[in-house]
């Protein structure tokens, strides 16, 4: 007779923070104080100022970065956010939606070698988004040119052992989580392909609470990024300037048994960088004890 399936042990809550909201720190200070402050994790963007992904050496780099993050006890996510990375003109450009196919290319050739130092550092996951459609693009092509492009990063991805981890992100063709699904089936539901859950963007663009999202996302969460948020606002907050309620909010996130990394994503706050990233954490150790349902 077969077993209904147990649920999913409440998981212990591992804190990440982001290294885009630490630009003004070297990247071995930043990861230092991220240990000294308690955090088991890191959310890496492959940027100018931290392990840049298109300067030379970067294998000896990215070994030396995984030595230091095991000296420290830190897990990390590679994340590929960065503004001005690929162009120094156009934020996020080119994106996997460009009209132009070498352009396209360039950020499928970025995102090819974030698996790769991934799979160096050791890292749970890959994050990436679609881009903004572009002008004069319709929805059709612009869905297409993203699933094509995907294609090599997957092959990728599923080569190392890395999940790809695809953001909805306010105002991008990829958005929420039905168009996460909407892609995810495009792409005949590849194993490789997992979602970013970045809570504060369920406060600000979901139809459904944040909780709920987290259940409703469980099955496809491969990285999480948190921050406060208010309703229509896609603006990173520190924690308790937006409208979020986080004991529920991480308690649903704890029942579905999420193991990866929950990493503090604000961005706009280096000048504040290491006090926020110490509030950050007290914060969510007391939202999350508070959240308990055990």
Known sequence: MTQPAQPAQPATPRWGYGTNGLTDLRLDDALALLADLGYDGVGLTLDHMHLDPLAPDLAARTRQVARTLHRHH?????????????????????????????????RVRLLVRAVQVAADLGAHAVHCFSGITPDDTDRDTAWKRLADALEPVLHAADGAGIPLAIEPEPGHLLATLADFHHLRHALGSPDALGLTLDLGHCQCLEPEPPADCVRAAAPWLRHVQIEDMRRGVHEHLPFGEGEIDFPPLLDALAATGYQGLTVVELPRHSHAGPDLAAASLSFLRAAAQGGSST
Request: no cysteine.
């Open 74 to 106: 830190l897990t990390a996510t590679v994340e590929t956010g960065a503004r001005y990375v690929l162009d120094p003109r156009r934020k996020h450009g080119p994106s996997l939606l460009d009209p132009d196919p070498d352009a396209r290319a360039a």
